[in-house]
């Protein structure tokens, strides 16, 4: 699957962010969402999962019914797609496309089945695996989260064997990035991205 619609887009070189479950994704990049919010821009996923409290649609995911999104795969509107723990997820076009339009950095959310598939698309981004310390300490979290069922909960933390496995696979993700204590971890997250970050904001002060 190669796709160039969004490369025609193309602005500063997205960021792919992924890990194990409970592995502390979106607290990371609300972190640095909110540090530097002219600067990133989140590609709003579609997703079958239903929301949890304090979940908004269209700003966390587009929350839809599995018929709408076989539609909009079917209809080629998906970059990539994948299920995960029962669910549906995928990046549409237009998620990626609205952030790129403003000129911000693109970050993904995605699991491994996104992250094998849009290395096969030439979005080109940067690839950071977000990990937990230990599996016993994933599993904490996972529940003091107190958002998954004991049977969602089981499945995540299964695929989360996988998905650690995964990100020791050479070659995968330009930067591992281990969760312990927060606010190291957004440091090294923060050190990673520098680069780019100060590249868009050079060209937004020369624009
Ligand atoms: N492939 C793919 N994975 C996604 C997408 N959106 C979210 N995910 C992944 O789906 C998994 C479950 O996400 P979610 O239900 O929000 O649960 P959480 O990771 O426990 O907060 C995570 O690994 C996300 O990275 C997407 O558009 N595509
Ligand atoms: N470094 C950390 N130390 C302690 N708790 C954390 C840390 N990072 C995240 N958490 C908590 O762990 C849980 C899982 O984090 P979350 O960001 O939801 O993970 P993900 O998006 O990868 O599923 C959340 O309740 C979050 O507040």
Redesign the pocket.
Known sequence: MRDSTTKAMAGPRPVVLS??????????LKKLMKEYDSVFGFSVSHTTRNPRPGEENGRDYHYVTREEMQAGIDNGEFIENAEFSGNMYGTSKAAVQAVQAKNLICIL?IDMQGVRNIKQTDLDPIYIS?QPPSMEILEK??R??KTESEESLQKRLHAAKVEIAFSKEPGVFDVIVV????EE?YGQLRNALLEEINKVKKTKASS
């Open positions: 890990g194990p479950s409970g592995a502390g994704k979106s607290t990371l959310d977000i979290r996972l003091d989260r969760n312990d204590v927060l971890a």
